[in-house]
T-cell receptor, first 112, second 117 residues
């Protein structure tokens, strides 16, 4: 079945460091891929998405490129801020069962 | 416009009691999802409603869990005879239909933190 695997956390970085959170997937067909973010005390919200191979999603300085050849959708940011401290979830939507398939989440802590 | 709201935000209950959790989706969103998020775990799908179609209950962990959606809007998740392992954050999300297909972007409520003592 469809699945998402993302790197385990927690990830701790200093402000202005480079961030990568790895996400790989298994899916039949051509899924859409997402990163959601959950800030402390807030609900999950969509950060970025990509709906076909080689698409790059971007938002708030974060980027992720849909790589079909490596079945990956790694999240990157060139210079993290303390306000980026949150839990990040990778997810896919294959459309066949109308459900998002979620990774386990990666906690990020950015220190000043 | 209001987002997805859930109530209560926190619920502490004794083992064996029944609890009801409420979700108000965004107006006009016909799809509604319930998830469970346990400490250190990802999101566990519980149930999905779409319009007047029969709900997808494939994620409900036991027959102690049930949910209904009245008038295609508000939803209630009921857990009967609660157990300690039911302690988790219960999240509700809603989304739109776009054309003939559901939008994959889900809008989440803040969740209900359930603690079973």
């Amino acid at each position: 079945g469809d699945s998402v695997t993302q790197m385990e956390g927690p990830v701790t970085l200093s402000e202005e460091a480079f961030l990568t959170i790895n996400c790989t997937y298994t899916a039949t067909g051509y899924p859409s891929l997402f990163w959601y973010v959950q800030y402390p005390g807030e609900g999950l919200q969509l950060l970025l998405k990509a709906t076909k191979a080689d698409d790059k999603g971007s938002n708030k300085g974060f980027e992720a490129t849909y790589r079909k050849e490596t079945t990956s959708f790694h999240l990157e940011k060139g210079s993290v801020q303390v306000s980026d401290s949150a839990v990040y979830f990778c997810a896919l939507y294959a459309g066949n069962n109308r459900k998002l398939i979620w990774g386990l989440g990666t906690s990020l802590a950015v220190n000043p | 416009g209001a987002g997805v709201s859930q109530s209560p935000s926190n619920k502490v209950t004794e083992k064996g009691k029944d609890v009801e959790l409420r979700c108000d989706p965004i107006s006009g969103h016909t799809a509604l999802y319930w998830y469970r998020q346990s400490l250190g775990q990802g999101l566990e799908f519980l149930i999905y409603f779409q319009g007047n179609s029969a709900p997808d209950k494939s994620g409900l962990p036991s027959d102690r869990f049930s949910a209904e959606r009245t008038g295609g809007s508000v939803s209630t998740l009921t857990i009967q005879r609660t157990q300690q392992e039911d302690s988790a954050v219960y999240l509700c999300a809603s989304s739109l239909w776009v054309g003939r297909e559901i939008s994959y972007e889900q809008y989440f409520g803040p969740g209900t933190r359930l603690t079973v003592t």
